[in-house]
Nanobody
Framework: QVQLVESGGGLVQAGDSLRLSCTAS????????MAWFRQAPGKKREFVAT????????AYADSVNERFTISRNNAENTVILQMTSVKPEDTAVYYC?????????????????WGQGTQVTVSS
């Protein structure tokens, strides 16, 4: 059974940093693209960041560009989202996702596996 498990969420203040981790089990995603999405209360789930299989290519939503960094460790089957200078509008449930493809993709419907999410709350 394939599982993606996120961790690292919590309550932080505006301007703080936070590190989210996602660990996959049940299969390796070392040749697949992975991503982070988020969903704020009352809003649709939206793309945050994606990384290709080798980590050589990344893409970010405009709203998080230059504040968030996505990285991966294929040996440990993990993907990381380093969040800096967080804002109250970053408050959301953050989801890790994996696709069976190897190209960068920002569309929700292109991802085949999803984690259960981790809550990030940023206070002002």
């Amino acid at each position: 059974q394939v599982q993606l498990v996120e961790s690292g969420g919590g309550l932080v203040q505006a301007g703080d940093s936070l590190r989210l981790s996602c660990t996959a089990s049940g299969r390796t995603f070392s040749r697949n693209t992975m991503a982070w999405f988020r969903q704020a209360p009352g809003k649709k789930r939206e793309f945050v960041a994606t990384i290709n299989w080798s980590g050589s290519k990344t893409a970010y939503a405009d709203s998080v560009n230059e504040r968030f960094t996505i990285s991966r460790n294929n040996a440990e089957n993990t993907v990381i989202l380093q969040m800096t200078s967080v804002k109250p509008e970053d408050t959301a449930v953050y989801y890790c996702a994996a696709t069976l493809g190897s190209w960068l993709n920002t569309g929700l419907d292109q991802y085949d596996y999803w984690g259960q999410g981790t809550q990030v709350t940023v206070s002002s």
